[in-house]
Nanobody
Framework: EVQVVESGGGLVQAGGSLRLSCVVSGFTFDEYAIGWFRQAPGKEREGVSR????????YYADSVKGRFTISSDNAKNTVYLQMNSLKPEDTAVYYCAAVQPPPVGSWYIGALYDYWGQGTQVTVSS
């Protein structure tokens, strides 16, 4: 059974940091790309970042470049999203998703991803 479980969300003041974790199981971790997405109330789902063991290339949305860092621990089947310098506009439910084979140019398209977690709420106060 495939499982994708996010954790680490919470309430933080603007300028603060959070680290989200995504633990996956039920498939071969290093054959998949793992993406982070977010959805704020009343807004479209947005691709935030993506990482894959097969190419090692991280991708970021322009809105988070320089502030967020994605990383993975293959031994733990876990992907992390370190979020620094958080802004109120980063407030959203953050989702982790997995897809095989790893998309490149279209990594931010959520419809391409096969497996999704339940989401974790991130709230940034001003």
């Amino acid at each position: 059974e495939v499982q994708v479980v996010e954790s680490g969300g919470g309430l933080v003041q603007a300028g603060g940091s959070l680290r989200l974790s995504c633990v996956v199981s039920g498939f071969t971790f290093d054959e998949y790309a793992i993406g982070w997405f977010r959805q704020a109330p009343g807004k479209e789902r947005e691709g935030v970042s993506r990482i894959s063991s097969s190419d090692g290339e991280p991708y970021y949305a322009d809105s988070v470049k320089g502030r967020f860092t994605i990383s993975s621990d293959n031994a733990k089947n876990t992907v992390y999203l370190q979020m620094n310098s958080l802004k109120p506009e980063d407030t959203a439910v953050y989702y982790c998703a997995a897809v095989q084979p790893p998309p490149v140019g279209s990594w931010y398209i959520g419809a391409l991803y096969d497996y999704w977690g339940q989401g974790t709420q991130v709230t940034v106060s001003s």
